[in-house]
């Protein structure tokens, strides 16, 4: 069985389309997971609209897709009104919550369509949108196996871990991680231990990395980690590979390639084997369950 990954949007906070950002990635945040027929969307950035025009071209089937939410910030939600499969009677979306009675995504999202935002109401979606929860499907969508943590954000977000036989990806953007113990790389900072067991042996972790030391300690409080603490939570947590998200919406390609740089001499300093590259738009990866942590498809 294969789990494919594909990133669709990588920026945090706004968009920021240019010559400067072309190779990472300027649409904010959306990420697809898919196994079989199953359809998984994290998160609605502006990377989605891009996400709806290629499944439209992929099948004349109706679409079926579930949609996790890791919070309703903007950068996470502008790109839904622009997702033209919610436009074909014939698809279908589930928006999940946490537990029954959770349909405050799906609030927000045909909030955002309200006529004091947005020209185009909620109720012009022809698609079945519905809100469900992941209680109603025993935490599974389809086979895939999924589980979720609060994380440290303002106003709350939620991490998602995806399982598929012997495949872990966890999806976890959005989180403070506190800047605990030493900066020396010889040192792996301590990490809270329900985050550790959380991305615990992942293949793949889409982690916050925002911000460099510097910029952490002058932002502290606004929800996102410094890249060096994300690099030590994974070398803490056997990680296999981590890809660093949210790119910082002032950091130009070049930027993020010396963070990663940065990030890597670090991971050499712990000793450790852990893969550090930077999500970038376009970039899919698949992992298949009987062969192990898988092989990209496209370039890295």
Sequence with gaps: MDLFVKFWGTR?????????????????????????????ICDAGSGIRELGDDLASRSAQPITGHLLLSHCHWDHIQGF?????????????????????????????SGQMASDYFPISFKALRADIRSSDLAA?????????VDHLTLEHPGGCLGYSFRLGSIKVVYMTDVELPFLGPSGCADIRRAPSDLVEFVNG????????????????ERRGWGHSSC????????????????????????????????????????????????????????????????????????L
């Design 137 to 145: 499907t025993q935490g599974y969508l389809g086979k895939v196996r």
């Design 81 to 109: 009104p622009f997702f033209s499969p919610a436009y074909q009677s014939e698809n279908r979306f589930l928006i999940h919550g946490r537990g029954p009675g959770d349909d405050r995504f799906y609030r927000f999202l």
């Design 202 to 217: 992942a293949d793949l972790l889409i982690a916050d990395g925002q911000y460099n030391d510097q910029e952490y300690l």
């Design 228 to 299: 060096f603490s994300t690099v030590d939570l994974a070398v803490a947590a056997g990680v296999k590979h981590l890809s660093l998200f949210h790119h910082d919406p002032t950091r130009s390609d070049y930027d993020v390639d010396d963070l990663i740089d940065a990030c890597r001499l670090r991971v050499s300093g712990h000793g450790s084997s852990l893969i550090v590259t930077g999500a970038r738009e376009g970039v899919e990866l698949r992992y298949t369950d009987s062969e192990g942590p898988g092989s990209a498809v496209g370039s």
């Design 12 to 40: 945090g906070s706004i968009p920021t389309p240019g010559e400067h950002t072309s190779r990472y990635g300027g649409n904010t945040a959306c990420v697809e997971i898919r196994q079989g027929e199953t359809l998984i």
